[in-house]
């Protein structure tokens, strides 16, 4: 979708505005419960193909930052209140009720008022390459990194049988 430079470390600017985003459906949610909610701590660390995540006994919200940069419009109007909703819900309910279900889809709809959707419309990051290596026990997938450090002539041995690691395969 963008081809612009993807930055892998959030700049100030967006970690206040995905901040305020946070308080202000926090806010809106207290507004509508007539409760006082527990805000969450929230960063930038989530990676991977997931928009967002919520850790509800931590109260902790990581949001991803190679998708916020395709659109913090969008990404602050729906991952975010998608995330926030998780933990109003756990705040009221606890872990008895479903992470997607009415309880959470009611709150998208009346404090939010969006379209409880599940998943997101952001590119996701490309797969990690990975080298396949292979010891007398099982398969090790290596990063780009590590097989770069066994052609520089650094060994491995698996920890587990104790054998060395043998390259397979390259990333197709
Ligand atoms: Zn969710
Ligand atoms: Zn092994």
Avoid at 42 to 55: E, I, M, S
Avoid at 110 to 115: L, R, S
Wanted: aromatic share 12%; proline share 6%.
């Amino acid at each position: 979708m963008s081809s612009k430079p993807q930055k892998s470390y959030a700049t100030t600017d967006a970690i206040n505005a995905m901040t305020e985003g946070v308080n202000l459906c926090f806010d809106k949610a207290e507004r509508f419960f007539g409760n006082v909610f527990q805000r969450s701590a929230c960063n930038f660390k989530q990676r991977g193909r997931a928009a967002g995540t919520a850790h509800l006994q931590k109260n902790e919200i990581r949001f991803n930052y190679f998708m916020y940069q395709q659109n913090p419009f969008e990404f602050i109007s729906t991952v975010v209140p998608h995330e926030v909703a998780h933990i109003v819900v756990f705040q009221i309910y606890g872990s008895t009720v479903k992470p997607h279900g009415k309880e959470w889809r009611a709150v998208m709809m009346k404090v939010y008022g969006i379209k409880p959707d599940r998943t997101h419309t952001f590119d996701t990051p490309p797969p990690k390459e990975t080298y396949l290596y292979h010891c007398d026990c099982q398969q090790h997938d290596f990063t780009k990194q590590r097989h770069a450090r066994v052609l520089r002539g650094v060994e491995y041995v698996c920890k587990n049988c104790k054998s060395p690691l043998k390259f397979i395969l390259t990333p197709q």
